[in-house]
């Protein structure tokens, strides 16, 4: 496998820029808990057909199981917060929140070995203090007469948001282990099967009625199925390779994506100050990914 970790992680970036955006009409259509469903069983469908048809071994080993298992819980339940953001609110308020797990993963790392030189922590803090300028300028427009800018929904994506980033972070790191042991294919297959699991659980414990999804929302679902795990598939790679954490740090740039997108298509409107984010979050990454 060539190319390094941060490479991975900013195609990681490219995929899931874009299926934010996906995941905020198809949450609206067919509701979030649907979504995240949807997304995890096409996500599952297709990596269990490339395995097979691979002939790719599996690795039957129980002592990590628990790794995939939290990481596929956490994966679920901080899908499913940050659809729900992405659903209530602004865009380029709950994407760049989210984006703020590396701030968790990568401190987290170093206290397990991990030893980033001088020029790799520059690096990854020019990239969180974008994504920290992005988030602030739009925490900001809670006055503009909009209804994602509400207050109250600002405050609510806020909140959601936050909450999906300690989850994806607990998930990431989680995954970095079991990457280790499982390599990146069986530990990316684990964590959609468990998801699946977890959200089937969930739906039945709330007795969640099974209404029929839209014809209008089956393209979105499926491409967001695929534009997530693809994403997954070059983050556990990245993280199968060495300096692993670039490519957690890497992945973040996903928030630039969603911003420049939601000022073109969906005209958000996007400050000078987010500007200067989205800046250093490219500045960052590509230093990572030149150094790494």
């Known amino acids: 496998m060539t190319g390094s970790a941060a490479f991975f992680g900013a195609s990681t970036a490219a995929l899931w820029g874009v299926s934010d955006v996906v995941a905020r009409f198809s949450g609206r259509s067919a509701g979030v808990l649907v979504t995240t469903l949807a997304m995890l069983v096409v996500g ?10 691979a002939a790719e071994p599996i690795d039957w080993r129980p002592d990590g199981f628990w790794l995939i298992a939290l990481s596929g819980a956490g994966t679920a339940f901080g899908t499913l917060l940050i659809f729900s953001a992405l659903t209530r609110g602004p865009v380029s308020l709950a994407s760049p929140t989210v984006a703020s ?20 922590w520059l690096a990854m803090v020019a990239t969180m203090i ?3 300028l992005v988030a602030r300028a739009v925490r900001g427009k809670a ?32 995954a970095d282990l079991a990457v280790e042991r499982y390599g990146w294919l ?3 297959i684990g964590s959609r099967l468990i998801g699946v699991v977890i959200l089937i659980a969930t739906m039945l414990a709330r007795r969640v009625p099974i209404q029929p999804i839209p014809a209008r929302a089956w393209p979105l679902l499926l491409i967001l199925g695929v534009l997530d795990t693809s994403g997954h598939a070059l983050l556990y790679i990245g993280l199968s390779l060495p300096n692993g954490e670039f490519a957690v740090v890497a992945s973040a740039a996903y928030t630039g ?3 420049l997108i939601a000022r073109l298509f969906l005209r958000e409107p996007v ?22």
């Open 143 to 174: 006055e503009i007469a909009l209804p994602d800018y509400e207050r109250g929904n600002v405050r609510r994506t806020l909140i959601l948001s936050i909450g999906s980033a300690v989850l994806f972070a607990v998930a990431i790191l989680a």
């Open 44 to 53: 599952s469908v297709l990596l269990v057909t490339y395995t097979l048809a």
């Open 271 to 292: 400050s000078s100050t987010q500007w200067l984010g989205i800046g250093a979050i490219i500045a960052g990454v590509a230093a990572l990914s030149w150094f790494g």
């Open 186 to 188: 069986q530990t990316l």
């Open 257 to 259: 994506v969603t911003t």
């Open 130 to 132: 974008g994504v920290w």
């Open 101 to 120: 797990y590396p701030a968790i993963t990568v401190p987290l790392s170093v206290a397990l070995g991990a030893r980033p030189d001088l020029i790799h």
